[in-house]
T-cell receptor, first 115, second 112 residues
Framework: DAGVIQSPRHEVTEMGQEVTLRCKPI?????LFWYRQTMMRGLELLIY????????DSGMPEDRFSAKMPNASFSTLKIQPSEPRDSAVYFC?????????????FGPGTRLTVL | DAKTTQPTSMDCAEGRAANLPCNHS???????VYWYRQIHSQGPQYIIH???NNETNEMASLIITEDRKSSTLILPHATLRDTAVYYC?????????????FGKGTLLTVNP
């Protein structure tokens, strides 16, 4: 299994531009998570999907952020318009919810820099 | 979820055992202790978890005190590749209990 796949790995954009981050979870997993990591705030959960449905988006910072999961094998996190304070590493993770272990498998992350 | 307290940083010599402590004095009876680590420029990686009994897998051992108020993650023979930030997390396991709340963790540096 290739694990959780994220693209792009690095993104540099200018303030005001739209940014789309992509994630392919592990096949068979039914839960998907988007996290953001910064030096100041550490790792924060942004949104959680279960069976392609958003369950908890309380961590989404503001309306500029949106996430979708059109099917079990693909999710996007969009920032429009982007701002310099959005610069961070964004991680996608997936898990199989019914398993007792509930271990989350993380992707390699997308390093976003907004100039 | 119960709060955890970990040292900010630790050093270990290559080939020696690394013992990483975690305090979780407010842990509830149905909360598990989880350990994840994050190697530089990578996503977090699950290591091990336990409830009451000590646990061991191919990566590490987890020792939980009898009162469950603290635990120790043991890497028996640390290598340079074990240099990472180690996170101790306590949470209810299974089903819809999905939240992993990451604190600041312990930066373990394994020295040659």
């Amino acid at each position: 299994d290739a694990g959780v796949i994220q693209s792009p790995r690095h993104e540099v954009t200018e303030m005001g531009q739209e940014v789309t981050l992509r994630c392919k979870p592990i096949s068979g997993h039914n839960s998907l998570f988007w996290y953001r990591q910064t030096m100041m705030r550490g790792l924060e959960l942004l949104i959680y999907f279960n069976n392609n449905v958003p369950i908890d988006d309380s961590g989404m910072p503001e309306d500029r952020f949106s996430a979708k999961m059109p099917n079990a094998s693909f999710s996007t996190l969009k920032i429009q318009p982007s701002e310099p304070r959005d610069s961070a590493v964004y991680f996608c993770a997936s898990s199989f919810e019914r398993a007792l272990l509930n271990e989350q498998f993380f992707g390699p992350g997308t390093r976003l820099t907004v100039l | 979820d119960a709060k955890t307290t970990q040292p900010t940083s630790m050093d270990c010599a290559e080939g020696r055992a690394a013992n990483l402590p975690c305090n979780h004095s407010t842990i509830s009876g149905n909360e598990y202790v989880y350990w994840y680590r994050q190697i530089h420029s990578q996503g977090p990686q699950y290591i091990i978890h336990g409830l009451k009994n000590n646990e061991t897998n191919e990566m590490a051992s987890l020792i939980i005190t009898e009162d469950r108020k603290s635990s120790t993650l043991i890497l028996p023979h640390a290598t340079l590749r074990d240099t990472a930030v180690y996170y101790c997390i306590v949470r209810v396991s299974g089903g819809s209990n999905y939240k992993l709340t990451f604190g600041k963790g312990t930066l373990l540096t394994v020295n040659p």
